[in-house]
């Protein structure tokens, strides 16, 4: 069946580090790749999308990298702040448009 | 655009009542989607509608029905209410056809206890 693993456990870092989240899917053809952010409390907000013919995208300190062999994305955020602090998801979906997500891992910057 | 409204926001049930959770989109989008996510989990999809009139079930759809007679809107039906549907509710919306996907939009959510 098809998984998706994103690290369970949170991700502690210092301001101003590079933080990097992983995204590891298998038995899964994937058109397109996201990342989304969510806050405690609130539903998540879209962050970025790649497709399975692009290798990396950039938005601002974002960054996200699509391995179709690995079968991993990699979601970077540079110069990393406190207000950077949240639950990311990534999800993934084939033709269908129907996305599947990951369980999130949390992201704590520490000032 | 007020993107994505869900009410009520916070609700508590008695066990065997039923409800309507409440999603409206005005972003115009052709697909609406139902999550629920238990804690630490991620979102696991309910139901979903590709546009009005059209609507599918996702991964876990026992105990809920949705209908979806205009673009806008997109309720939720909960029959029979057990504690096992205790969860947070999101609805989203996205826009995506011939070959070009979007993003989802997320509505704040409703916080749902079956006691």
């Known amino acids: 069946s098809q998984k998706i693993e994103q690290n369970s456990e949170a991700l502690n870092i210092q301001e101003g580090k590079t933080a990097t989240l992983t995204c590891n899917y298998t038995?899964?053809?994937?058109?397109?790749l996201q990342w989304y952010r969510q806050d405690p409390g609130r539903g998540p907000v879209f962050l970025l999308l790649?497709?399975?013919?692009?290798k990396e995208k950039r938005k601002e300190r974002l960054k996200v990298t699509f391995d179709t062999t690995l079968k991993q994305s990699l979601f970077h955020i540079t110069a990393s702040q406190p207000a950077d602090s949240a639950t990311y998801l990534c999800?993934?979906?084939?033709?269908?448009?129907?996305?599947?997500f990951g369980r999130g891992t949390s992201l704590i910057v520490h000032p | 655009n007020a993107g994505v409204t869900q009410t009520p926001k916070f609700r508590i049930l008695k066990i065997g009542q039923s409800m309507t959770l409440q999603c409206t989109q005005d972003?115009?989008?052709?697909?609406m989607y139902w999550y629920r996510q238990d804690p630490g989990m991620g979102l696991k999809l309910i139901y979903y509608?590709?546009?009005?009139?059209?609507?599918d079930k996702g991964e876990v759809p026992n105990g809920y029905n949705v209908s979806r007679s205009t673009t806008e809107d997109f309720p939720l039906r909960l029959e029979l209410a057990a504690p096992s549907q205790t969860s947070v509710y999101f609805c989203?919306?996205?826009?995506?056809?011939?070959?070009?996907?979007?993003?989802?939009?997320f509505g704040p959510g409703t916080r749902l206890t079956v006691l």
């Open positions: 972003m115009n989008h052709n697909y």
């Open positions: 790649i497709r399975e013919n692009e």
């Open positions: 989203a919306s996205s826009y995506s056809t011939g070959g070009i996907y979007n993003e989802q939009f």
């Open positions: 038995n899964y053809s994937p058109a397109y």
């Open positions: 999800a993934l979906s084939g033709g269908s448009y129907i996305p599947t």
């Open positions: 509608s590709v546009g009005a009139g059209i609507t």
